[in-house]
């Protein structure tokens, strides 16, 4: 077996990964219950099976320029998830989808009764 | 050794899986309960669009796709960022009461304290915003004033009490709450 078919069937078995990853976080987002787990659930393919599906094509295509750009992929990928992630839950925390007791701060207990200290 | 057969074997499983989970997500855009399911559904539906580009460029072994794939990986976020700052301006009063509904959140279960009238499915009627159309029986209604208008303006800041007044300081969603523990402008 040559280095080449090899690699092939690597790459194959990266995007069988990826692929796997996706239908994980489709399952997950059907059945997770409320808005935090399904975001959990939807960052899987979004970070590890993009990755996994760019380390098949490198692979697989084998070529500098390539290689190049599924790593611009890699790192765009990267840079803007957490962003769209950070807008998407801070907008369910305002709308009420997250519950309090669900965020664990510094200050929570001083969030959790703030009839206490509303009307002094 | 078959290893051609083993490849288009393994082709077909991997293109049978990115259109499993696609139909799966498509689902949950459909039914999702509130905006931002559907906004955190079409993410991970364009991440698998994504996978699903790359799987085509490496299996028929062409570069075509793979700038596609550069640019819907760099814009893919700002539909979700658009509408998650959208959804934070308006409120979504009614998913939000669903949410809480179901988790039985401790804290909140009270959040429209003004148990006077009430009524409805959510206890929050989009009238209470609108000073005009205020209807009999609604919330802030009480026996004297069974319109609630002596209620006066809610977003008068002198009735701070008002859950939907927008100057309310203990509303989490207001970026003037000292206790918003999130914090931050818009």
Redo the contacts between chains.
């Keep these: 077996m040559s280095w080449s078919v090899a690699s092939d069937l690597l790459g194959l078995l990266f995007l069988l990964l990826g692929a796997l990853l996706c239908v994980a976080a489709a399952i997950g987002l059907l059945r997770f219950p409320d808005l935090l787990s399904r975001m959990h659930a939807g960052t899987k393919p979004q970070v590890l099976g993009v990755i996994f599906v760019i380390i098949g094509v490198g692979l697989r295509t084998r070529s500098g320029l390539d290689v190049g750009m599924l790593v611009l992929i890699g790192v765009f990928q990267l840079l803007t998830i957490p962003a769209g992630a950070h807008m998407v839950g801070r907008a369910g925390f305002r709308t009420g989808q997250v519950e309090p007791a669900d965020i664990h701060l510094g200050r929570r207990r001083t969030y959790r009764t703030p009839a206490s200290t509303e009307d002094g | 050794m078959n ?1 051609d057969l ?2 288009q074997v ?2 077909g ?2 293109g049978g ?2 259109a ?6 498509l ?2 855009i459909t039914i999702g309960p ?1 905006v ?2 559907r ?3 079409t ?2 539906l364009v ?2 669009v ?2 699903a580009l ?2 085509h ?3 028929t ?1 062409g ?1 075509t796709t ?2 596609l ?2 640019s819907l ?2 814009v ?2 700002m539909g ?2 658009a509408v ?2 959208f ?2 301006r308006d ?3 009614q ?3 669903e ?2 509904s ?2 039985g ?4 279960t009270d ?1 429209p304290r003004s148990s006077a009238g009430r009524s409805g499915r959510t206890g929050i009627s989009r009238a209470v915003w609108e000073p005009g159309v205020r209807q009999p029986g609604g919330r802030g209604a009480t026996a004297q004033d069974p319109h609630g208008v002596t209620r006066g303006d809610p977003r008068d800041p002198r009735d701070p009490g008002d859950p939907r007044n927008p100057r309310n ?2 509303d ?2 207001n970026p003037r709450n000292p ?1 918003d ?2 914090g ?1 402008t818009s």
């Design positions: 290893l083993l490849e393994l082709e499983v991997v899986l990115l499993l989970s696609a139909l799966l997500t689902i949950r509130s931002l399911d906004v955190v559904a993410d991970v991440s698998i994504v996978c790359g799987a460029a490496a299996l072994s570069s793979l700038p794939l550069i990986s760099l893919g976020f979700s960022v998650a700052r959804v934070a409120r979504d009063p998913a939000g009461e949410a809480r179901v988790a959140s401790p804290d909140r959040w300081p203990r989490p969603g206790r523990p999130i931050g």
